[in-house]
């Protein structure tokens, strides 16, 4: 069982930073992609930023230039630095991973966790 777990949310003021982490443990063989997604209240879940494991990165053209994510794959952790943020950005953000087992064989499965809320005040 995987399971990952998030942190670092909170409500910060427009222009402020926030640096969320995400923690995948359990039995895990390998890591492929990692990512951060987001919800926003009526909306539905969208791609923030991805990272695969050799720290190649693609972001949403909204968070370009303003959120970095990175990833320790030691920890099995990834990371999403925010910066200069806006109020558009409030959402409940969710990492997920691709994740690599053994069961009679190699198997690959995505996992998500709980999420995190971040709220930016105007």
């Known amino acids: 069982q995987v399971q990952l777990v998030e942190s670092g949310g909170g409500l910060v003021q427009a222009g402020g930073s926030l640096r969320l982490s995400c923690a995948a443990s359990?039995?895990?063989?390998?890591?492929?992609?990692m990512g951060w997604y987001r919800q926003a209240p009526g909306k539905g879940r969208e791609l923030v930023a991805v990272?695969?494991?050799?720290?190649?990165?693609n972001y949403a053209d909204a968070v370009k230039g303003r959120f970095t994510i990175s990833r320790d794959n030691a920890k099995n952790t990834v990371y999403l630095q925010m910066n200069s943020l806006k109020p558009e950005d409030t959402a409940v953000y969710f990492c997920?991973?691709?994740?690599?087992?053994?069961?009679?064989?190699?198997?690959?499965?995505?996992?998500w966790g709980q999420g995190t809320q971040v709220t930016v005040s105007s």
């Open positions: 997920n991973a691709d994740v690599k087992y053994y069961e009679l064989g190699i198997k690959l499965r995505t996992y």
């Open positions: 359990g039995s895990i063989f390998g890591i492929d992609d």
């Open positions: 990272i695969s494991s050799g720290g190649s990165s």
